[in-house]
């Protein structure tokens, strides 16, 4: 295959330049602008990878304890019928379960030590089909039946208030009842039978499941309060939320998973797009090091310049020539910036623990960050533009020197040789 001779003279002056000392140090710079600009790409792929990890673990084990979507009663009180509203939400296609909750605020103690938690009254044959943390502890969750009194905590609750499974807890409920003495509030003991760990702090440290029957009668409602439904694909709790509200008419209140933690959700969204252009910056100011390289290159070599003209080069092959060496040198730092930037990405769950066992660190402490280890999640749609991005930005630095480089006029280049 015969390459255009700029392309030759190009490569051939990416890789020269190594004899004399002042050549050396001009393959100096030229390094030094590659590696620049490879770390700023693997840098930014490392981010905005750890970034939609942390993400995608959060939802992840968020869904794995609430519902896609939620129906609850415009008014507040109970469903007067959950089973009638449930069937005429499947209805819809993407709706494939539904089961009867009862979520309650509400203090749980154990001596001097109390907290503040989550009480969410469920029917466990129901629920299974609804979460998969349900689904995957079926003979804990048996435990629970009517008037039983039994609880699921999750571990970090447990560990907080030192209980274990047989342990009493007593649940304090916020709305009191009137006696001779005044209002005092509503106490029940509870037995623990269970012990959660869906590996989300907010849960596992505040939240409470009980049998739907149980809670019903400490909190004096006429039933369940809630449906909540699974969706055939997750990501489309907001639309599929959206028509059920429709359908379901004005006498419900219908909420997706994304109302969930929405503020959080959408500051991580804003966080991933600032550390993008911030970190692109990085990455402009590697390639733009390409100028300063190829002016010194355009001044070493000013006879090379002149000599090629007089032998037939035009100024626009001499163009040819630097943006060639210029670009060649993006491509490598931008390649290699990808090939660094994956590695680490795809490895990051052994990285991080061995720097943390190194420095005797602990960089995420779960109830900061929701979670405790470093997840990584690359994508093709952050990787392929930071890639582009990072060619364009080589190439446009590229312009001004070899410019330079055509306007070269030969019998001047040529007068002190």
Request: hydrophobic share 50%; charged share 20%.
């Amino acid at each position: 295959m015969n390459l255009p001779f700029e392309w030759r003279v190009g490569w051939r002056y990416t890789r020269a330049g190594r004899s004399a000392s002042r050549n050396g140090f001009i393959s100096f710079i030229s390094g030094v602008s590659v590696l620049g600009i490879a770390l700023g790409v693997a840098t930014l792929i490392i981010v905005l990878s750890v970034m939609n990890g942390f993400q995608k673990e959060v939802r992840d084990r968020m869904l794995s304890v609430v519902a896609h979507v939620e129906v609850f009663d415009s008014r507040g009180g109970a469903l007067p019928d959950w089973r009638a509203l449930a069937a005429q939400a499947r209805r819809n296609p993407e709706v494939i379960a539904a089961a009867p909750f009862l979520p309650a605020q509400a203090l749980i103690a154990r001596g001097e030590d109390m907290r503040g938690t989550l009480i969410r009254g469920i029917v466990p044959e129901e629920e299974v089909n609804v979460t998969p943390l349900a689904a995957s502890m079926q003979s804990t969750f048996a435990k629970l039946h009517g008037g039983g009194w039994g609880v699921v905590i999750g571990i970090e609750l447990a560990h907080s208030l030192n209980v274990r499974e047989g342990d009493m807890l007593t649940v304090v409920a916020p709305s009191g009842q009137m006696t001779p003495a005044g209002i005092v509030p509503r106490l029940k003991q509870v037995t623990v039978v269970g012990i959660f760990n869906a590996g989300h702090y907010e849960y596992d440290s505040g939240l409470v499941l009980m049998h739907a029957d149980d809670a019903a009668k400490l909190f004096r409602t006429d039933g369940v309060t809630g449906i909540q439904l699974k969706l055939k694909d997750a990501q489309s709790a907001r639309r599929v939320g959206y028509e059920l509200s429709e359908t379901l008419g004005p006498d419900v209140v219908v909420r997706d998973w994304t109302h969930t933690n929405r503020n959080w959700f959408d500051a991580v969204q804003v966080e991933k797009r600032m550390m993008f252009i911030i970190l692109t910056m990085i990455v402009a100011v590697a390639a733009f090091n390409l100028v300063s390289t190829l002016v010194m290159t355009v001044t070493d070599k000013r006879a090379d310049i002149a000599i090629l003209r007089t032998l037939g080069a035009s100024p626009r092959s001499i163009m040819a020539i630097f943006m060639v060496q210029g670009s060649l040198s993006g491509v490598m730092g931008t390649l290699s910036g990808v090939g660094l930037g994956l590695l680490v990405a795809f490895n990051i769950d052994v990285i991080v623990p061995g720097i943390e066992r190194l420095l005797g660190v602990h960089f995420l402490p779960a109830s900061m960050y929701l979670i405790s280890q470093m997840p990584s999640d690359p994508r093709a749609s952050d990787i392929v533009p930071i890639a582009v991005i990072s060619l364009v930005l080589s190439l446009a630095a590229t312009l001004y020197p070899s410019w330079r480089a055509s306007r070269v006029q030969p019998a001047e280049a040529l007068r002190y040789e």
